[in-house]
């Protein structure tokens, strides 16, 4: 039998009861949300559970959500199951103040470098990182540029003087 | 006599250590450190590798990216979809128009929008020739990093007629920004057809060339098997894809697995390999030229096969993201009025995220978009295959020669644009 989103969603909640929610569909992918402390239990069910098999780690990255309090840093996992070739979304939600996540370097070896990135920019400390440190970053940077707290230069602003441009 | 050396010997030594203060433990150290670049002639980008060395075996090595890091995923947030094709470009660009397409047909995606299917086949028939063009680059570089230039030269000739191509197309020769949300720009010309004919005729005499050259070459089998081995299970594990992970044996490719842009009607294979070595990387991207060679021939047939008003379509209809004709916004409102809100970036998306894979010259390119609704993505991430796959590199040559890494390092299809976003 093809593995389903249903059946996936099914299997989740059967195993990890009210620790998953938001399940959604966008596009065909199925997208689900885990609490951060359970982010490495439902990696590695994915990753076990003979039927679903998701052992195919294609991206990992943050994204930041200034405005949800408590909530404002992603951690987005999308996996793969590349014999039954079926994607998953999964996605787990911390505080800015204290962004601690496990990490899934041990599950995943190309893991090490995607949570370097999202820890570079977006300060996610990936708990029990082998080598938790900026990568394309400078090593000096004190701040993690791809906050929403660092606006790009805002390009309808009327205060720049526009003969510097040739223009005017 | 003897005593004698050694004591100028001693009298050196201690007059340099009042100049020279040397890392402690140096002394007695039985390896080597070696600096391979930033910029080193012998990688083809900015790769830094701090290795250890016990004579010529590596013991050990620490990569350091990011040199050319140029913030994109940040730029994507304050442009609209159409501004950030060009930031598309300078990823991988060794095959440029296959990241602009990617990220068109993620956007149509998100947006819903329908190609007609002579848009499909046209964008088949240039992915295909980046396609070419990437594993052209790749495989004659591994040919001069064992030693032969002459085949690196040679089909140089031929990259240039596919860049001859583009520039035909799209006016651009390396870094495309080729075709729209919804199609092309403009329609190929007759020009730009006979390019591609002259270079369906003459391409296959000089990729049989290229390949008698090296595939049999005792010299290039040597230097290469066995070289930068990974098996399937490791591949997988450190998130290979495309062809370094094809040539360890692992036959995914989204063109198959998630056809795209009407890659299900045409009859391809996919080529594998067996040990995941730097031979037979280089036999999996030479198949693959012959595989890329059928499918622009099939849609070469396939556009032909147009007539009369089908064969004029070149884009789908989205007012919203394709520009008006340039006489439209002279002379009709509605014309006008989308080029206006298209060139102010005014359009809003709708709300939603997506994930969206193509094939790309080196593996699978990705576009996770967020949007809240806004005029530009919330945000975007791309999925860089040879950032993820770079990573598995000191588990490639540890224990191997320094003059093989340097292969390895050629053969895995590094490119640092792409690497360091």
């Given at each position: 039998?093809?593995?389903?989103?249903?059946?996936?969603?099914?299997?989740?909640?059967?195993?990890?009861?009210?620790?998953?929610?938001?399940?959604?569909?966008?596009?065909?992918?199925?997208?689900?949300?885990?609490?951060?402390?359970?982010?490495?239990?439902?990696?590695?069910?994915?990753?076990?559970?003979?039927?679903?098999?998701?052992?195919?780690?294609?991206?990992?990255?943050?994204?930041?959500?200034?405005?949800?309090?408590?909530?404002?840093?992603?951690?987005?996992?999308?996996?793969?199951?590349?014999?039954?070739?079926?994607?998953?979304?999964?996605?787990?939600?911390?505080?800015?103040?204290?962004?601690?996540?496990?990490?899934?370097?041990?599950?995943?070896?190309?893991?090490?470098?995607?949570?370097?990135?999202?820890?570079?920019?977006?300060?996610?400390?990936?708990?029990?990182?082998?080598?938790?440190?900026?990568?394309?970053?400078?090593?000096?940077?004190?701040?993690?540029?791809?906050?929403?707290?660092?606006?790009?230069?805002?390009?309808?602003?009327?205060?720049?003087?526009?003969?510097?441009?040739?223009?005017? | 006599?003897?005593?004698?050396?050694?004591?100028?010997?001693?009298?050196?030594?201690?007059?340099?250590?009042?100049?020279?203060?040397?890392?402690?433990?140096?002394?007695?150290?039985?390896?080597?450190?070696?600096?391979?670049?930033?910029?080193?002639?012998?990688?083809?980008?900015v790769f830094q590798n701090i290795m250890e060395l016990d004579g010529e075996r590596i013991v050990s090595t620490e990569q350091t990216v990011g040199y050319i890091h140029r913030a994109f995923e940040k730029?994507?947030?304050?442009?609209?979809?159409?501004?950030?094709?060009?930031?598309?470009?300078?990823?991988?660009?060794?095959?440029?128009?296959?990241?602009?397409?990617?990220?068109?047909?993620?956007?149509?995606?998100?947006?819903?929008?329908?190609?007609?299917?002579?848009?499909?086949?046209?964008?088949?028939?240039?992915?295909?020739?980046?396609?070419?063009?990437?594993?052209?680059?790749?495989?004659?570089?591994?040919?001069?990093?064992?030693?032969?230039?002459?085949?690196?030269?040679?089909?140089?000739?031929?990259?240039?007629?596919?860049?001859?191509?583009?520039?035909?197309?799209?006016?651009?020769?390396?870094?495309?920004?080729?075709?729209?949300?919804?199609?092309?720009?403009?329609?190929?010309?007759?020009?730009?057809?006979e390019k591609l004919e002259k270079f369906l005729k003459e391409y296959p005499k000089v990729l049989k060339e290229f390949e008698n050259l090296f595939a049999r070459n005792r010299i290039f089998m040597e230097?290469?098997?066995?070289?930068g081995a990974i098996s399937a299970e490791r591949a997988l594990n450190y998130g290979f894809t495309g062809p370094n992970l094809r040539a360890a044996g692992v036959d995914y490719d989204v063109r198959v697995?998630?056809?795209?842009?009407?890659?299900?009607?045409?009859?391809?294979?996919?080529?594998?390999?067996?040990?995941?070595?730097?031979?037979?990387?280089?036999?999996?991207?030479?198949?693959?030229?012959?595989?890329?060679?059928?499918?622009?021939?099939?849609?070469?047939?396939?556009?032909?096969?147009?007539?009369?008003?089908?064969?004029?379509?070149?884009?789908?209809?989205?007012?919203?993201?394709?520009?008006?004709?340039?006489?439209?916004?002279?002379?009709?409102?509605?014309?006008?009025?989308?080029?206006?809100?298209?060139?102010?970036?005014?359009?809003?998306?709708?709300?939603?995220?997506?994930?969206?894979?193509?094939?790309?010259?080196?593996?699978?390119?990705?576009?996770?978009?967020?949007?809240?609704?806004?005029?530009?993505?919330?945000?975007?991430?791309?999925?860089?295959?040879?950032?993820?796959?770079?990573?598995?590199?000191?588990?490639?040559?540890?224990?191997?020669?320094?003059?093989?890494?340097?292969?390895?390092?050629?053969?895995?299809?590094?490119?640092?644009?792409?690497?360091?976003?």
């Open positions: 039998m093809a593995l389903t989103n249903q059946y996936m969603q099914e299997k989740l909640q059967e195993k990890f009861g009210d620790l998953v929610s938001n399940f959604e569909e966008s596009y065909g992918l199925l997208s689900f949300e885990a609490t951060a402390a359970n982010n490495l239990k439902v990696l590695q069910f994915l990753y076990d559970e003979p039927s679903l098999q998701f052992q195919f780690l294609t991206d990992l990255c943050g994204v930041n959500f200034p405005d949800d309090a408590g909530r404002e840093i992603s951690v987005v996992y999308h996996l793969h199951n590349l014999t039954e070739n079926i994607r998953l979304r999964f996605k787990i939600f911390v505080p800015v103040a204290a962004p601690d996540v496990f990490t899934s370097c041990n599950l995943f070896s190309s893991a090490n470098w995607m949570e370097r990135e999202t820890y570079d920019f977006y300060g996610v400390n990936f708990v029990g990182h082998p080598n938790l440190k900026r990568i394309l970053n400078v090593d000096e940077m004190d701040y993690f540029p791809l906050r929403k707290e660092y606006p790009l230069e805002d390009q309808t602003r009327i205060d720049k003087d526009d003969e510097m441009f040739g223009r005017g | 006599m003897e005593e004698d050396n050694h004591k100028i010997l001693k009298d050196m030594l201690a007059h340099q250590q009042h100049h020279i203060t040397l890392p402690e433990g140096s002394i007695e150290k039985q390896t080597t450190t070696l600096n391979v670049g930033p910029t080193h002639p012998a990688t083809h980008g730029l994507a947030e304050r442009r609209p979809l159409y501004q950030i094709t060009p930031i598309t470009d300078r990823l991988n660009y060794c095959s440029s128009p296959i990241n602009n397409m990617g990220w068109h047909l993620t956007c149509e995606k998100f947006l819903g929008v329908q190609t007609p299917k002579r848009v499909d086949y046209l964008r088949v028939i240039i992915m295909e020739l980046a396609r070419i063009s990437d594993h052209l680059i790749c495989n004659s570089i591994v040919g001069v990093d064992t030693g032969a230039y002459t085949g690196f030269l040679y089909v140089m000739q031929y990259r240039e007629l596919i860049y001859e191509i583009y520039e035909e197309v799209c006016g651009s020769r390396l870094t495309t920004n080729i075709g729209r949300i919804g199609g092309f720009e403009r329609n190929f010309t007759n020009t730009a057809f230097r290469t098997i066995g070289g697995h998630q056809p795209y842009s009407s890659y299900q009607d045409f009859d391809f294979t996919i080529p594998v390999g067996k040990t995941g070595d730097n031979y037979d990387r280089f036999l999996v991207r030479n198949q693959e030229m012959w595989q890329s060679l059928s499918i622009i021939e099939q849609a070469y047939k396939k556009v032909q096969a147009f007539k009369g008003a089908d064969a004029e379509i070149f884009h789908a209809d989205v007012p919203e993201y394709y520009l008006p004709k340039k006489e439209d916004v002279y002379t009709k409102m509605e014309s006008l009025i989308w080029h206006f809100k298209i060139v102010m970036g005014e359009v809003e998306m709708p709300k939603g995220e997506i994930y969206n894979a193509v094939e790309g010259g080196n593996g699978e390119l990705g576009f996770y978009l967020v949007s809240d609704g806004g005029r530009t993505p919330f945000r975007l991430h791309f999925r860089r295959p040879c950032f993820i796959y770079y990573q598995a590199y000191p588990e490639l040559i540890t224990g191997g020669m320094l003059s093989d890494a340097i292969v390895t390092m050629s053969s895995l299809n590094l490119i640092a644009g792409e690497l360091d976003a």
